[in-house]
């Protein structure tokens, strides 16, 4: 196992976030390294696996939005662990032949997506470091299952909030944006400071001394990462508020999710 975790690239020296936000959701996909350092998380902000969860709780609606709105191709950027619901058999449910393209570069991401997709002729995962966009958009797998001709989804959960003002998150969702047709759509949420407490800050300053910076943005510095594309309503809010399938599912304090999250079309 050693040998083969060495030729798939897997750092054992500090903990993977993909591999953290795994162990919180619940997975098995992640190591003792991994969970040492998810442990110190929730010693910080107890609620962590509950935020976790709203995320994906919003991913999930967002691209049932997305697939009733007609669209029927997903590209699904840093998409993580493979997960129950996950975002082919969400919308799959809705339309068997809807094509799903997940990117990620942490190995055992794709060594386990690999294995759950074997055989779903219309998902597959790309191996690709998705701040490179040729690499994923001209990646065969890519050219095979999607057309840009007609509009896709593209979606950046817990994405951008790993990205530095200083590699130009906004050129970058730019390069992306140019690819799509008209008509396409935009799934993003981020962490944020907005509304939150000190403890928020304390466990971004765990993640920076892990070796993983996080930058969390305000509404306003997400909204300016959005050239191109017009926010669908309700906007910029925090995961739980983005179409809640009950209302009593936002709860009275909505921040506590420390996650803003946003659909966006092209227009």
Do not use: C
């Amino acid at each position: 196992m050693t040998d083969d975790h060495a030729k798939r690239g897997i750092d054992f020296d500090k903990p993977n976030a993909a591999r953290v936000y795994d162990y919180l959701i619940g997975g098995k996909l992640n190591y003792a390294i991994d969970r040492v350092f998810a442990e110190q998380i929730l010693e910080v902000r107890p609620e962590a696996r509950e935020l976790a969860l709203l995320n994906r709780r919003w991913l999930r609606r967002a691209v049932r939005f997305g697939a009733e709105q007609g669209i029927r191709q997903f590209l699904d950027i840093g998409s993580g662990m493979p997960t129950v619901g996950h975002v082919h058999e969400v919308v799959q449910a809705i339309d068997p032949a809807a094509r799903v393209v997940y990117v990620d570069n942490e190995p055992v991401a794709v060594a386990h997506s690999e294995i759950v997709l074997k055989n779903n002729d219309n998902a597959a995962m790309v191996q690709a470091d998705a701040e490179y966009p040729a690499d994923v958009l001209e990646h065969p797998t890519t050219e095979r299952l999607l057309d840009f001709d007609e509009p896709v989804m593209l979606i950046m959960a817990a994405f951008v909030h790993f990205i530095p003002d200083s590699r130009d998150p906004a050129g970058l969702i730019a390069t992306y944006r140019d690819a799509l047709a008209p008509g396409s759509y935009l799934a993003l949420s981020s962490g944020t400071f907005e509304g939150q407490g000190e403890e928020v800050r304390r466990a971004a300053e765990l993640y920076r001394k892990s070796g993983t910076d996080v930058v969390a943005r305000s509404r306003a510095e997400l909204r300016a990462l959005l050239d191109g594309f017009e926010l669908v309503p309700p906007g910029i809010v925090f995961t739980p508020e983005w179409r809640p399938d009950d209302p009593a599912e936002v709860g009275e304090h909505p921040e506590r999710a420390s996650q803003l999250a946003l659909v966006a079309r092209k227009n």
